[in-house]
């Protein structure tokens, strides 16, 4: 045991030694990213999208003449013909009344626990800790997942709650940062073994999760959908789930470099010490 704690000592030195962008790419490799990012995608096409649609229907009160294609028009920046595009593809909120039943939203709710486990593996790894149990594994990111759900929630809520000017819209998304920050500085307490010790620069580590799912993801998505979608309007409703998938892409691989991000911030900050004991709590 003693002998892995001085190997762990030695490769959290190395890991210091690499400029934070070095630390970040071999964590990124170490946990083998892109794959880890390509589970995500298909998680989160499958079960965040339609349970956003169905939220959306839900609050619209099923209308006739209302779109769930709407809530991505404005989130992406699309304008027309790609709005009318994105609408033609998601029909009318009415057409989803049959589905808001207990055993209708529960079904997509159960379709989230492989996202649930993949998320809460996939910060295992990038912390350098050891795995809950497949039950631990479920239950905390069961939890992640609704909280999760919730932030989305209160971001669009803050961000479009409202008809704004351009400066009122800007103040709202940086008010909109604040859940995402709660949200990301929460997650390796939920998803990480032992993940609340050296708490203060958690938050510290949340900040990633601004930066990156807070900033870079939303803004990119308001430059580069558009013209990724413009590409696939020849497919009609086919091209629009294809560039969704493109883009639930990238949203993965930016929550796996937010979990490697994250993992280096709280590493370099918090003391050696608190490190190892963190990543050997079982043992020692």
Excluded at 10 to 30: D, I, T
Excluded at 63 to 79: D, H, K, M
Excluded at 170 to 198: E, K, N, Y
């Amino acid at each position: 045991m003693l002998a892995k704690v001085e190997s762990r000592y030695h490769q959290l030195e190395q890991s210091k030694r690499l400029g934070p962008p070095a630390a970040v790419v071999a964590r990124f490799v170490e946990i083998d990213g892109l794959t880890q990012g390509g589970l995500v995608a298909v998680e989160l096409f499958t079960t965040v999208i339609p349970l956003i649609v169905i939220g959306f229907s839900y609050l619209s009160g099923f209308a006739e003449n209302v779109s769930p294609g709407i809530i991505f028009e404005r989130e992406l920046n699309l304008s027309k013909p790609l709005s009318d595009l994105f609408q033609a593809a998601f029909g009318t909120s009415s057409g989803l009344k049959s589905t808001w039943t207990v055993l209708g939203v529960a079904g997509f709710l159960i379709w989230g626990i492989p996202m649930s486990i993949t998320i809460a593996g996939m910060f295992a790894k990038a912390w350098r800790r050891e795995q809950f149990a497949l039950l631990g594994k479920l239950r905390r990111g069961s939890i992640w997942f609704l909280l999760y759900m919730l932030t989305v929630a209160l971001r669009d809520r803050i961000t479009f709650g409202g008809e704004h000017g351009g400066g009122v819209r800007f103040l709202l998304f940086l008010a909109a940062l604040l859940p995402v920050w709660v949200f990301w500085s929460l997650t390796p307490r939920i998803l990480v073994r032992d993940g609340g010790r050296g708490s203060k620069y958690l938050i510290l580590a949340g900040l990633s999760g601004v930066v990156i799912d807070g900033i870079i993801i939303p803004l990119a998505a308001r430059i580069v959908f558009p013209k990724l979608l413009a590409g696939w309007v020849g497919f009609g409703p086919i091209g629009v789930s294809m560039a969704l998938m493109t883009w639930c892409g990238v949203i993965g691989v930016g929550w796996v470099a937010t979990a490697c991000v994250s993992a280096v911030l709280w590493e370099r900050n918090a003391p050696a010490t608190t490190v190892i004991e963190a990543q050997f709590a079982d043992a020692l």
